[in-house]
Protein backbone atom coordinates (compact mmCIF):
# COMPACT_ATOMS: atom_id res chain seq x y z
CA UNK A 1 0.00 0.00 0.00
CA UNK A 2 1.47 3.73 -0.80
CA UNK A 3 2.40 5.99 1.70
CA UNK A 4 0.30 9.30 1.94
CA UNK A 5 3.72 11.34 2.22
CA UNK A 6 5.30 12.78 -0.75
CA UNK A 7 6.90 15.96 -1.65
CA UNK A 8 4.22 16.83 -4.32
CA UNK A 9 0.61 16.26 -3.90
CA UNK A 10 -1.51 14.31 -6.37
CA UNK A 11 -2.53 15.97 -9.54
CA UNK A 12 -6.44 15.72 -10.86
CA UNK A 13 -7.89 17.18 -13.41
CA UNK A 14 -10.45 20.43 -12.79
CA UNK A 15 -9.51 20.58 -9.11
CA UNK A 16 -10.32 23.58 -7.07
CA UNK A 17 -7.66 24.43 -4.30
CA UNK A 18 -7.44 26.91 -1.57
CA UNK A 19 -4.22 26.96 0.74
CA UNK A 20 -4.35 28.15 4.29
CA UNK A 21 -1.09 29.08 5.79
CA UNK A 22 -0.38 29.25 9.58
CA UNK A 23 2.16 32.07 9.20
CA UNK A 24 3.80 32.39 12.14
CA UNK A 25 4.95 28.58 12.49
CA UNK A 26 6.13 28.64 8.88
CA UNK A 27 7.75 32.02 9.91
CA UNK A 28 9.61 29.94 12.54
CA UNK A 29 10.48 26.86 11.06
CA UNK A 30 11.72 28.55 7.50
CA UNK A 31 14.11 30.42 9.70
CA UNK A 32 15.12 26.98 11.50
CA UNK A 33 16.03 25.04 8.93
CA UNK A 34 16.74 27.65 5.48
CA UNK A 35 17.61 30.87 7.86
CA UNK A 36 15.64 33.22 5.87
CA UNK A 37 12.17 33.87 5.49
CA UNK A 38 11.29 36.27 2.12
CA UNK A 39 9.22 33.75 0.70
CA UNK A 40 7.46 34.54 -2.63
CA UNK A 41 4.12 33.10 -1.55
CA UNK A 42 2.38 33.61 -4.96
CA UNK A 43 5.01 31.19 -6.72
CA UNK A 44 5.08 28.92 -3.29
CA UNK A 45 1.03 28.75 -3.90
CA UNK A 46 1.02 27.65 -7.25
CA UNK A 47 3.74 25.16 -6.54
CA UNK A 48 1.82 23.23 -3.49
CA UNK A 49 -1.40 22.93 -6.36
CA UNK A 50 0.84 21.11 -8.94
CA UNK A 51 -1.54 22.23 -11.93
CA UNK A 52 -4.44 22.32 -10.17
CA UNK A 53 -6.83 25.17 -10.04
CA UNK A 54 -6.03 27.85 -7.21
CA UNK A 55 -8.94 29.41 -5.89
CA UNK A 56 -7.12 31.71 -3.40
CA UNK A 57 -4.37 31.87 -0.85
CA UNK A 58 -5.28 32.44 3.17
CA UNK A 59 -2.10 33.60 5.36
CA UNK A 60 -2.70 34.11 9.52
CA UNK A 61 -0.75 36.13 11.66
CA UNK A 62 -0.73 38.60 14.50
CA UNK A 63 0.64 41.95 14.44
CA UNK A 64 4.06 41.88 16.26
CA UNK A 65 5.05 44.83 18.68
CA UNK A 66 7.73 44.74 21.33
CA UNK A 67 8.82 47.70 23.46
CA UNK A 68 12.33 46.33 22.89
CA UNK A 69 12.87 45.67 19.03
CA UNK A 70 10.92 48.70 17.36
CA UNK A 71 12.34 47.21 14.12
CA UNK A 72 10.41 44.29 14.52
CA UNK A 73 7.02 46.29 14.14
CA UNK A 74 8.43 47.93 10.75
CA UNK A 75 10.32 44.70 9.58
CA UNK A 76 6.24 42.55 9.60
CA UNK A 77 4.72 45.97 8.32
CA UNK A 78 6.96 45.23 5.04
CA UNK A 79 5.98 41.81 4.82
CA UNK A 80 2.57 42.57 5.19
CA UNK A 81 2.51 45.04 2.47
CA UNK A 82 4.60 42.44 0.16
CA UNK A 83 1.08 40.37 0.87
CA UNK A 84 -1.08 42.61 0.50
CA UNK A 85 0.35 43.37 -3.29
CA UNK A 86 0.04 39.85 -4.12
CA UNK A 87 -2.93 38.62 -6.53
CA UNK A 88 -5.50 36.15 -5.07
CA UNK A 89 -4.13 36.78 -0.95
CA UNK A 90 -5.91 37.38 1.83
CA UNK A 91 -4.35 38.53 5.28
CA UNK A 92 -6.10 37.33 8.25
CA UNK A 93 -4.55 39.02 11.66
CA UNK A 94 -5.58 37.92 15.34
CA UNK A 95 -4.60 39.46 18.78
CA UNK A 96 -1.46 38.90 20.94
CA UNK A 97 -1.77 38.78 24.82
CA UNK A 98 1.35 39.06 27.21
CA UNK A 99 2.39 36.60 30.13
CA UNK A 100 4.91 37.27 31.61
CA UNK A 101 7.70 37.35 29.25
CA UNK A 102 5.85 35.33 26.37
CA UNK A 103 3.89 36.46 23.89
CA UNK A 104 0.77 34.36 23.35
CA UNK A 105 -1.16 34.25 19.83
CA UNK A 106 -4.60 34.79 20.05
CA UNK A 107 -7.83 34.03 17.14
CA UNK A 108 -5.09 32.89 14.65
CA UNK A 109 -6.17 28.83 15.25
CA UNK A 110 -9.43 29.63 15.49
CA UNK A 111 -9.45 31.66 12.23
CA UNK A 112 -8.23 29.58 10.42
CA UNK A 113 -10.07 26.38 11.19
CA UNK A 114 -13.20 28.55 10.61
CA UNK A 115 -12.31 29.73 7.19
CA UNK A 116 -11.56 26.27 6.35
CA UNK A 117 -14.76 24.51 7.84
CA UNK A 118 -16.96 27.42 6.14
CA UNK A 119 -15.56 27.12 2.16
CA UNK A 120 -15.43 23.38 2.36
CA UNK A 121 -19.32 23.64 3.30
CA UNK A 122 -19.95 26.17 0.88
CA UNK A 123 -18.27 23.97 -1.81
CA UNK A 124 -15.32 26.70 -2.52
CA UNK A 125 -12.65 23.90 -3.28
CA UNK A 126 -12.02 20.59 -3.96
CA UNK A 127 -8.70 20.23 -1.85
CA UNK A 128 -7.82 22.56 1.03
CA UNK A 129 -3.80 22.53 1.72
CA UNK A 130 -2.55 23.50 5.24
CA UNK A 131 0.36 24.62 5.74
CA UNK A 132 0.96 23.64 8.95
CA UNK A 133 1.80 20.62 11.06
CA UNK A 134 0.39 21.85 14.29
CA UNK A 135 -2.10 19.08 15.87
CA UNK A 136 -4.54 21.93 16.84
CA UNK A 137 -6.36 21.30 13.48
CA UNK A 138 -6.70 17.88 13.40
CA UNK A 139 -10.92 18.45 14.69
CA UNK A 140 -11.35 20.88 11.68
CA UNK A 141 -9.62 18.47 9.18
CA UNK A 142 -11.32 15.65 10.39
CA UNK A 143 -14.55 17.95 9.60
CA UNK A 144 -13.59 19.07 5.69
CA UNK A 145 -13.51 15.07 5.35
CA UNK A 146 -17.14 14.64 6.32
CA UNK A 147 -17.68 16.86 4.18
CA UNK A 148 -16.60 14.79 1.58
CA UNK A 149 -13.19 17.31 0.82
CA UNK A 150 -9.52 15.92 0.37
CA UNK A 151 -7.09 17.18 2.97
CA UNK A 152 -3.53 18.17 2.59
CA UNK A 153 -0.99 18.96 5.37
CA UNK A 154 2.38 20.30 4.21
CA UNK A 155 5.31 21.26 6.93
CA UNK A 156 8.54 19.98 7.82
CA UNK A 157 9.13 16.36 9.22
CA UNK A 158 10.83 18.23 12.04
CA UNK A 159 7.45 20.20 12.40
CA UNK A 160 4.66 17.47 11.90
CA UNK A 161 2.47 16.30 14.78
CA UNK A 162 1.54 12.59 14.65
CA UNK A 163 -2.34 13.78 14.76
CA UNK A 164 -2.00 16.04 11.68
CA UNK A 165 0.07 13.46 9.43
CA UNK A 166 -2.55 10.38 10.67
CA UNK A 167 -5.85 12.04 9.34
CA UNK A 168 -4.38 14.34 6.38
CA UNK A 169 -5.01 12.77 2.84
CA UNK A 170 -1.60 13.82 1.86
CA UNK A 171 0.97 14.65 3.80
CA UNK A 172 3.70 17.35 1.84
CA UNK A 173 6.90 17.08 3.66
CA UNK A 174 9.12 20.26 2.74
CA UNK A 175 13.00 20.29 2.84
CA UNK A 176 15.64 23.12 2.11
CA UNK A 177 15.87 22.39 -1.04
CA UNK A 178 12.01 22.29 -1.98
CA UNK A 179 12.07 26.43 -1.95
CA UNK A 180 14.78 26.67 -4.74
CA UNK A 181 13.69 29.18 -6.73
CA UNK A 182 10.73 30.44 -4.43
CA UNK A 183 12.72 33.45 -2.11
CA UNK A 184 12.58 36.96 -3.36
CA UNK A 185 15.27 38.38 -5.61
CA UNK A 186 17.32 41.65 -4.58
CA UNK A 187 15.57 43.64 -6.68
CA UNK A 188 12.12 42.32 -5.50
CA UNK A 189 13.11 43.24 -1.65
CA UNK A 190 14.06 46.75 -2.41
CA UNK A 191 10.66 47.06 -4.55
CA UNK A 192 8.87 46.02 -1.66
CA UNK A 193 11.04 48.12 0.45
CA UNK A 194 9.83 51.23 -1.16
CA UNK A 195 6.38 50.67 -1.40
CA UNK A 196 6.37 49.95 2.36
CA UNK A 197 8.24 53.48 2.73
CA UNK A 198 5.58 55.26 0.28
CA UNK A 199 3.20 57.39 2.39
CA UNK A 200 -0.23 56.46 3.10
CA UNK A 201 -3.59 58.26 1.52
CA UNK A 202 -5.38 58.43 4.27
CA UNK A 203 -9.33 58.43 4.33
CA UNK A 204 -9.85 62.24 3.98
CA UNK A 205 -7.91 62.34 1.18
CA UNK A 206 -9.41 59.75 -0.63
CA UNK A 207 -12.81 61.16 -0.25
CA UNK A 208 -12.18 64.93 -0.41
CA UNK A 209 -16.41 65.12 -0.30
CA UNK A 210 -17.14 62.66 2.88
CA UNK A 211 -15.04 62.61 5.67
CA UNK A 212 -12.59 65.96 5.61
CA UNK A 213 -15.55 68.94 5.69
CA UNK A 214 -12.74 71.26 6.36
CA UNK A 215 -10.28 70.56 3.66
CA UNK A 216 -12.73 70.21 1.04
CA UNK A 217 -14.58 74.14 1.85
CA UNK A 218 -10.94 75.62 1.59
CA UNK A 219 -9.92 74.23 -1.48
CA UNK A 220 -13.41 75.40 -2.75
CA UNK A 221 -12.56 79.33 -1.78
CA UNK A 222 -9.18 78.88 -2.87
CA UNK A 223 -10.15 77.74 -6.53
CA UNK A 224 -13.31 80.38 -6.36
CA UNK A 225 -10.70 83.53 -5.42
CA UNK A 226 -8.63 81.95 -8.34
CA UNK A 227 -11.50 82.69 -10.90
CA UNK A 228 -11.96 86.09 -12.76
CA UNK A 229 -15.14 87.49 -12.16
CA UNK A 230 -17.71 86.75 -14.92
CA UNK A 231 -18.94 90.34 -14.75
CA UNK A 232 -15.69 91.49 -15.66
CA UNK A 233 -14.78 89.07 -18.28
CA UNK A 234 -15.22 89.55 -21.81
CA UNK A 235 -17.76 88.06 -23.76
CA UNK A 236 -16.94 87.02 -27.48
CA UNK A 237 -20.56 86.63 -29.35
CA UNK A 238 -20.60 84.54 -32.57
CA UNK A 239 -21.11 86.43 -35.37
CA UNK A 240 -24.59 86.85 -37.05
CA UNK A 241 -24.99 84.75 -40.40
CA UNK A 242 -28.63 85.28 -41.14
CA UNK A 243 -27.75 88.69 -42.97
CA UNK A 244 -25.91 89.09 -45.74
CA UNK A 245 -22.58 90.10 -43.97
CA UNK A 246 -21.47 88.37 -40.72
CA UNK A 247 -20.18 90.86 -37.89
CA UNK A 248 -19.93 90.59 -33.90
CA UNK A 249 -22.33 92.51 -31.96
CA UNK A 250 -21.99 94.46 -29.16
CA UNK A 251 -23.58 92.96 -25.83
CA UNK A 252 -27.05 95.53 -25.59
CA UNK A 253 -26.17 96.15 -22.23
CA UNK A 254 -22.39 97.94 -22.84
CA UNK A 255 -24.24 99.92 -25.65
CA UNK A 256 -26.85 101.43 -22.81
CA UNK A 257 -23.49 102.34 -21.41
CA UNK A 258 -22.21 103.99 -23.94
CA UNK A 259 -25.07 106.18 -24.70
CA UNK A 260 -25.36 106.88 -21.11
CA UNK A 261 -22.01 108.14 -21.06
CA UNK A 262 -22.30 110.82 -23.91
CA UNK A 263 -25.61 112.13 -22.94
CA UNK A 264 -25.61 115.54 -20.82
CA UNK A 265 -26.70 115.58 -17.62
CA UNK A 266 -30.10 118.02 -18.73
CA UNK A 267 -30.47 115.23 -21.21
CA UNK A 268 -33.80 113.71 -21.22
CA UNK A 269 -33.85 109.87 -22.13
CA UNK A 270 -35.57 109.80 -25.93
CA UNK A 271 -35.64 106.09 -28.35
CA UNK A 272 -33.05 106.44 -30.69
CA UNK A 273 -34.83 106.60 -34.00
CA UNK A 274 -31.66 106.86 -36.25
CA UNK A 275 -30.91 102.88 -35.19
CA UNK A 276 -31.33 100.60 -37.94
CA UNK A 277 -34.37 98.89 -37.59
CA UNK A 278 -32.82 95.64 -38.97
CA UNK A 279 -31.04 95.45 -36.12
CA UNK A 280 -33.32 96.16 -33.27
CA UNK A 281 -35.83 93.41 -34.81
CA UNK A 282 -32.74 90.84 -35.42
CA UNK A 283 -31.92 91.66 -31.47
CA UNK A 284 -35.44 91.54 -30.09
CA UNK A 285 -35.92 87.79 -32.25
CA UNK A 286 -32.65 86.61 -31.26
CA UNK A 287 -33.00 87.94 -27.89
CA UNK A 288 -29.37 89.23 -27.65
CA UNK A 289 -30.00 92.53 -25.96
CA UNK A 290 -32.64 93.73 -24.02
CA UNK A 291 -35.87 95.66 -25.60
CA UNK A 292 -35.93 99.46 -24.84
CA UNK A 293 -39.06 100.50 -23.50
CA UNK A 294 -40.03 104.29 -25.55
CA UNK A 295 -40.04 106.36 -22.64
CA UNK A 296 -42.54 109.55 -22.52
CA UNK A 297 -42.01 112.45 -24.92
CA UNK A 298 -42.11 116.16 -23.63
CA UNK A 299 -44.60 118.19 -24.64
CA UNK A 300 -44.03 121.77 -24.33
CA UNK A 301 -41.86 123.35 -21.77
CA UNK A 302 -39.04 125.43 -22.60
CA UNK A 303 -35.94 123.98 -21.25
CA UNK A 304 -32.90 123.26 -23.64
CA UNK A 305 -32.78 119.98 -22.87
CA UNK A 306 -36.26 119.52 -24.28
CA UNK A 307 -35.09 121.90 -27.16
CA UNK A 308 -32.14 120.35 -27.90
CA UNK A 309 -33.62 117.04 -27.29
CA UNK A 310 -36.09 117.74 -30.02
CA UNK A 311 -33.84 118.87 -32.37
CA UNK A 312 -31.87 115.76 -32.33
CA UNK A 313 -34.96 113.49 -33.65
CA UNK A 314 -36.01 115.80 -36.17
CA UNK A 315 -39.20 116.74 -34.34
CA UNK A 316 -39.94 120.14 -33.41
CA UNK A 317 -41.76 121.18 -29.98
CA UNK A 318 -44.93 122.26 -30.71
CA UNK A 319 -45.88 126.29 -28.98
CA UNK A 320 -48.24 126.92 -26.19
CA UNK A 321 -51.28 128.99 -26.95
CA UNK A 322 -51.00 133.09 -26.80
CA UNK A 323 -52.49 133.91 -23.33
CA UNK A 324 -55.04 136.47 -23.25
CA UNK A 325 -54.48 139.50 -21.56
CA UNK A 326 -56.65 141.75 -19.67
CA UNK A 327 -56.24 144.72 -21.44
CA UNK A 328 -58.04 143.35 -24.72
CA UNK A 329 -61.25 145.15 -25.10
CA UNK A 330 -64.15 142.21 -25.20
CA UNK A 331 -66.70 142.56 -28.21
CA UNK A 332 -70.50 143.70 -27.77
CA UNK A 333 -72.13 140.78 -28.03
CA UNK A 334 -69.71 139.35 -25.01
CA UNK A 335 -70.64 142.15 -22.86
CA UNK A 336 -73.13 140.99 -20.26
CA UNK A 337 -76.51 142.82 -19.88
CA UNK A 338 -78.65 142.80 -16.59
CA UNK A 339 -81.31 140.06 -16.44
CA UNK A 340 -84.88 141.08 -18.31
CA UNK A 341 -83.84 143.81 -20.19
CA UNK A 342 -84.89 143.60 -23.69
CA UNK A 343 -81.38 143.51 -25.52
CA UNK A 344 -80.62 140.24 -23.49
CA UNK A 345 -84.60 138.71 -24.21
CA UNK A 346 -83.59 139.98 -27.65
CA UNK A 347 -80.60 137.81 -27.99
CA UNK A 348 -82.19 134.24 -26.82
CA UNK A 349 -85.14 135.09 -29.36
CA UNK A 350 -82.53 135.17 -31.64
CA UNK A 351 -80.57 132.18 -30.83
CA UNK A 352 -83.52 130.29 -31.03
CA UNK A 353 -85.31 131.49 -34.73
CA UNK A 354 -88.18 133.58 -33.26
CA UNK A 355 -88.91 136.53 -35.00
CA UNK A 356 -88.67 139.93 -33.49
CA UNK A 357 -91.72 141.36 -32.89
CA UNK A 358 -92.77 144.24 -30.89
CA UNK A 359 -93.11 144.33 -27.10
Not at 43 to 69: M, P, T
Not at 213 to 232: D, E, L
Not at 315 to 333: Q, Y
Request: aromatic share 6%; charged share 30%.
Amino acid sequence: MPSKSSTNSVTRDNERVMVFIDGSNLYHVLTQSCGRHDLQFDKFAVKLANGRDLKRIYYYNIRQESDSNPNMGIEQQRFLDSLYDTPYVEVRLGIWKQRGDIMVEKGVDVMLATDLVTHAYKDHYDTAIVVSGDADFYPALQAVKDVGKHVEVAAFDTNLSAESGRVADVVVKFNKTYFTGLWMTRSQSRSHAAAASRPEVSDEAASPNGEDKAATKAATARRSSSRKPASTATRTRRPSTSGSGSRTRTPAVKKVADRAETRTPGESRAPDVTRAPQETAARERGGTGMRRTPTRRRVGGTSSGAAADGARNGRSTPKPPPLRTTTESKPDSARVEPSGSPERRRGWRDRLGLSNTPE
